[in-house]
């Protein structure tokens, strides 16, 4: 079993950066998947990225192609999302989640464990 942390998040104008954190602790970390998903006020949790153990593997939401960056140090025990050029529709709780498989899913019910999840808000 592994606990998620997310950290980071807060309030930034249109066309700002944040970088998420998410710390992990139980289980050996590099065994797990990592992914982030977001959900926005009245609407579906979505995916927004992933990454395979090893790092080797990443795979993002349409929406934020380009823009958000994530990545891991399995050293540290912890998985980022850099974010840039934010929009306001970016707004939202952002989940840090895990999956002790290889593949990098955009699936959310693949993903075990969850994060409490951490608000990014982008005003105008």
């Known amino acids: 079993q592994v606990q998620l942390v997310e950290s980071g998040g807060g309030l930034v104008q249109a066309g700002g950066s944040l970088r998420l954190s998410c710390a992990a602790s139980?289980?050996?970390?590099?065994?797990?998947?990592m992914g982030w998903f977001r959900q926005g006020s009245g609407k579906e949790r979505e995916f927004v990225a992933a990454?395979?153990?090893?790092?080797?593997?990443?795979s993002y939401a349409d929406s934020v192609e380009g823009r958000f960056t994530i990545s891991r140090d399995n050293a540290r025990n912890t998985v980022y999302l850099q974010m840039h050029s934010l929009k306001v529709e970016d707004t939202a709780v952002y989940y840090c989640a895990a999956r002790p498989y290889r593949a990098a899913t955009t699936d959310l019910r693949d993903y075990d464990y969850w994060g409490p999840g951490i608000q990014v808000t982008v005003s105008l």
């Open positions: 990454i395979r153990r090893s790092g080797g593997s990443i």
């Open positions: 139980g289980r050996a970390f590099s065994t797990y998947t």
